[in-house]
């Protein structure tokens, strides 16, 4: 393939890795926290807090650690005791900027966009070229 279009074909492939991540950005602050959500962010915060993984063990860590870090740094903090969706719900209501926390949690999920995208760009193109 001519250098051209490999250029041409990348430009348009970022440009539609930014749309889908743009789309999903903007959708953070249209829909409030799902039932279980507090709970993965609360168990995500309580492994940069404390180094455990005892709130809520049914789930690997690893989607955890996303959606908590950036409110853990932003300074969200566990307090009290009580289940991962106790704790999350706490988190959410009473510590802070409910938007901002959430929003915070939900951006930790596009560290897989580049995860899912690649391996369908690759799997798509072999076929079809």
């Known amino acids: 393939m001519a250098p051209g279009r490999d250029r041409l074909r990348a430009l348009l ?6 749309l889908f991540v743009a789309r999903i950005a903007l959708s953070w602050r249209e829909f409030s926290a799902t039932a279980d959500e507090g709970g993965h962010i609360a168990s995500g915060v309580e492994i940069y807090q404390s180094g455990a993984y005892s709130l809520d063990i049914e789930h690997p ?3 955890r650690l996303a959606v908590g870090l950036l409110p853990y740094l932003s ?10 969706w106790e704790q999350g719900r706490r988190l ?4 802070g900027d409910y938007w901002t926390t959430l ?3 939900r951006a930790g999920t596009l560290l897989f966009v580049p995860l899912l995208l690649y391996p369908l760009y690759r799997w798509s193109a072999a076929p079809y070229g």
């Open 103 to 105: 929003t915070l949690a």
């Open 75 to 84: 300074g969200v903090r566990l307090s009290g005791t009580g289940t991962s």
């Open 92 to 95: 959410l209501e009473e510590a």
């Open 61 to 63: 860590p690893l989607g």
């Open 13 to 18: 492939l970022l440009a539609l890795a930014a």
